[in-house]
């Protein structure tokens, strides 16, 4: 279609009611049957925007007059929630998000997964929505001739230069202070990622919820940081519970942010933290969910959806450092945990035996390789957990597991979109959805966790 006959046109204003959320937390309405995102704008409202981006079949549009606000609609407390891409519904109220994210994992079963008449069970939320993620990740850069230290702008790499953040644990404050402070103190390089030139690429904390351990770590693109000894002093006097320094080796031209070369400059090189009764070990490379509180409640729940007498084999999919494993394993015969992170399974091992567990075993390879091998071997699981990373399961561990067959499957998932994908894979296989438990695990954000139960039909 050309310009001139497409029903919107660039730079013109235009009045508009938003009917829904995007996953990215974008304002959707249409004009003259037209789709345009606009972001900041919430269901409900009528709206006046400027069409900025035409496409072929939807364009976007810059929100500049709310002629009707939606009751929903709140003043975010963060400063930065218009320039920073991590928070992207912090205008809209805690209640509403909850709601959204249900019917986000409902919409996704129904149209994705062609899944109907499954029990979605309303978002579990929290009390105190804030301050909670134990994990951050700060690019640093230069925003013109300024340091930077924050986190990008909404589809882009522009770093947001921040001095704190309302969903991370409030230690990040400090650290940002110690180390834009060192940077400036030392004129250490900070990495330009067009060039490739500089060293302080990103700083990655991590933070013990129970234990008020603290790691700090920073990636550098090589070896050479000048004044490290200073930095160490900096952070062991300034940074309550600092227990973990590390410089991460990170030289490649890559969006990824962790290399996989650690150097210990003071103290352990890991942090220990408590989940329900278990204790666990976690390493600068090691996955361990963000926010610990709707941790132990996600976890509660896929140990709720495994019904175990004690007497079952289980198998534990994308374990990492074997956190589900080891809630599993108190409940079970015997738990195999499978994970492709060396480092990862060295800490489950570890966290197993710390949790003084002796009926886990955990196994280093791909999920796709590993479980194809195990049904070949002749090993029979009772329950299957599955907890893939957002792209979902490989289509050759779906197909894997209906040749094992077991009774019950729990599957794990930060995106309903795979979620649904997979699970209309397994209905295929002879499964039925049971139903699904979204879990806020992070809010004010559009992700969302959920919990599906599926049990085999018995022909």
Not at 90 to 114: C, M, P, W
Not at 288 to 299: A, D
Request: charged share 25%.
């Amino acid at each position: 279609m050309k310009q001139k006959d497409m029903p919107v046109s660039q730079n013109q204003e235009y009045e508009m009611t938003i009917e829904d959320i995007s996953v990215d937390g974008e304002g959707i309405g249409r004009i003259n049957g037209f789709t345009m995102f606009v972001p900041g704008a919430l269901p409900g409202e009528k709206v006046r925007i400027k069409a900025l981006r035409i496409g072929k079949n939807y364009g976007y549009g810059k929100l500049l007059k709310i002629i009707e606000p939606s009751p929903d609609r709140v003043v975010p407390p963060c400063s930065y929630s218009k320039q920073c891409g991590g928070c992207s519904i912090q205008h809209l109220s805690y209640n509403a998000q909850l709601k959204f994210k249900t019917r986000r994992v409902r919409d996704a079963l129904e149209r994705i997964g062609k899944i109907t008449g499954v029990k979605v069970h309303d978002t579990i939320g929290m009390v105190e929505p804030w301050r909670y993620r134990n994990k951050a990740q700060f690019p640093v850069g230069r925003a013109g001739s300024s340091l930077a230290i924050g986190f990008f702008a909404p589809k882009s790499h522009d770093i947001v230069d921040m001095d704190r953040c309302m969903i991370n644990h409030q230690i990040n404050d400090k650290i940002i202070e110690v180390i834009r402070n060192f940077i400036q103190k030392y004129s250490i390089p900070v990495y330009d990622e067009c060039a490739h030139q500089g060293i302080v690429r990103h700083v990655v904390t991590k933070v013990g919820f129970k234990t008020g351990q603290v790691m700090f770590v920073i990636v550098t693109n090589g070896k050479n940081l000048p004044h490290k000894d200073k930095l160490v002093e900096l952070l062991r006097n300034n940074i309550p519970g600092i227990t973990s320094i590390v410089q991460n080796i990170n030289s490649k031209k890559t969006n990824v942010i962790l290399g996989q070369e650690n150097i210990t400059l003071w103290g352990q090189d890991y942090i220990v933290d408590i989940l329900g009764r278990l204790t666990f070990k976690i390493s600068p490379l090691s996955f361990f969910q963000v926010n610990p509180v709707q941790t132990e409640i996600l976890y509660n729940k896929v140990l709720e959806y495994a019904t175990l007498t004690g007497k079952e084999t289980v198998i534990d999919l994308y374990s990492g450092i074997g956190t589900i494993s080891l809630f599993l394993a108190r409940n079970a015969h015997k738990v195999y945990g499978i994970e492709e992170v060396p480092q990862a399974v060295q800490d489950a091992w570890e966290n197993a035996r710390i949790n003084g567990i002796t009926n886990a075993e955990f196994i280093e390879g791909k999920a796709e390789v590993v479980i194809p091998e195990l049904v070949n071997s002749g090993l029979h699981a009772d329950v299957v957990v599955l907890d893939p990373p957002r792209k979902g399961c490989e289509a050759e561990v779906l197909e894997a597991l209906a040749r094992m067959a077991p009774q019950r499957i729990v599957y794990v998932s930060c995106n309903p979109a795979t979620l649904a994908r997979d699970l209309k894979l397994l209905t295929e296989h002879g499964y039925e959805v049971v139903d699904v438990q979204p879990v806020d695990m992070f809010p004010h954000t559009t992700h969302v966790e959920c919990v599906a139960s599926l049990k085999r039909k018995h022909k």
